[in-house]
Structure formats: C-alpha cells, structure tokens
C-alpha cells in the first residue's frame, strides 16, 4: 500500500525559499520513479520535478536553475528544495510516484500514486 504524505508547504515573499518534503511508504523495495507536479488556481497540474529509480532527475524549463528534487532511501523522503520562488510559482504541490525504473512522461495520469498535496504561496 502506497502512500504519500507531503509537508513544508507555505507562504513566502517572492525572492525567497521553501523546501517541500515528501514521507513515502509501501515502495521501499521496489523501483519507482518519483516526483513533484503543481496545480495552479483555474490550471491544469503540471510536472515540475522528476527523479528516477537509480537517481536521474528531469525538470520542468520553469523550474530549472531553481527546483532541486532529490530523495532519502534511508528515511522514505522526497525533497524539493525551492529558491528564488516568484509568484507564478503559486500552486498546491503535490507528490507523485510511478513504479518502474525509469519515469513515466508529463501526464499526470501516468503516476497512479498521489499525496494529498501542500499549498505553496508566493506573493
């Protein structure tokens, strides 16, 4: 049973950081490809960071330069680390994960496990 559980979420002027956590269970020894979409008020969710079984990682042209997604097998943690944040980076950030090797293309019908989301607020 897969699950996903999001934290770090917040409000914070443009220029500044957050870093978005993300606790997973029930894929510990099987490979997954994981990673972070965003949904926007009146938009569609969108694909913002992507990180492989074996570590290879895909970013989304927004989040490039900024966005750093990286993960914690010790511990069952997703991270997105987030700097220079605008306010187009406004969204419910949610979790994702897709089992197999290698990760899945930008829709978001395909990663069949999601976490109930964390509201980043950037004005």
């Known amino acids: 049973h897969v699950q996903l559980v999001e934290s770090g979420g917040g409000s914070v002027q443009a220029g500044g950081s957050l870093r978005l956590s993300c606790k997973y269970s029930g894929i510990t020894y099987n490979p997954y490809c994981m990673g972070w979409f965003r949904q926007a008020p009146g938009e569609g969710r969108e694909g913002v960071a992507k990180i492989a079984h074996y570590g290879n990682v895909w970013y989304a042209d927004s989040a490039k330069g900024r966005f750093t997604i990286s993960k914690d097998i010790v511990n069952n943690n997703l991270y997105l680390q987030m700097i220079s944040l605008k306010p187009e980076d406004t969204a419910m950030y949610y979790c994702?994960?897709?089992?197999?090797?290698?990760?899945?293309?930008?829709?978001?019908?395909?990663?069949?496990?999601w976490g109930q989301g964390t509201q980043v607020t950037v004005s």
């Open positions: 994702v994960a897709a089992p197999g090797t290698w990760c899945p293309g930008r829709f978001e019908s395909e990663y069949p496990y």
